[in-house]
């Protein structure tokens, strides 16, 4: 089992930039994917992001490609988003996820963080 906590949230004008990080806890930090959901009031969590055991792959949904990055630092049982040139609409709670392997949806990760909320202004 693995606990997960999000920090780096808050708020931004449209066009600049935040980093997210999420801490495990646990020493098996590398035996899971990582992934980075969101969810706007009304709306559906989705997904963001997600990264392989070893960081070797990763995917974007299609509306923060080239603009978001995952990464993870497995020595210090980190996963992270930066965000740049953020817009309005990437307003949202943000939630890290863990999985056995490496998935999109939410249904593919058991373990989720508390959320940090990102806010972009026009």
């Known amino acids: 089992q693995v606990q997960l906590v999000e920090s780096g949230g808050g708020l931004v004008q449209a066009g600049g930039s935040l980093r997210l990080s999420c801490a495990a806890s646990?020493?098996?930090?590398?035996?899971?994917?990582m992934g980075w959901f969101r969810q706007a009031p009304g709306k559906e969590r989705e997904f963001v992001a997600a990264i392989s055991r070893s960081g070797a792959s990763t995917y974007y949904a299609n509306s923060v490609k080239g603009r978001f990055t995952i990464s993870r630092d497995n020595a210090k049982n980190t996963v992270y988003l930066q965000m740049n040139r953020l817009k309005p609409e990437d307003t949202a709670v943000y939630y890290c996820?863990?999985?056995?392997?490496?998935?999109?949806?939410?249904?593919?990760?058991?373990?989720w963080g508390q959320g940090t909320q990102v806010t972009v202004s026009s």
């Open positions: 996820a863990a999985a056995s392997l490496t998935a999109t949806t939410v249904r593919g990760y058991a373990y």
């Open positions: 646990g020493r098996t930090f590398s035996s899971y994917a």
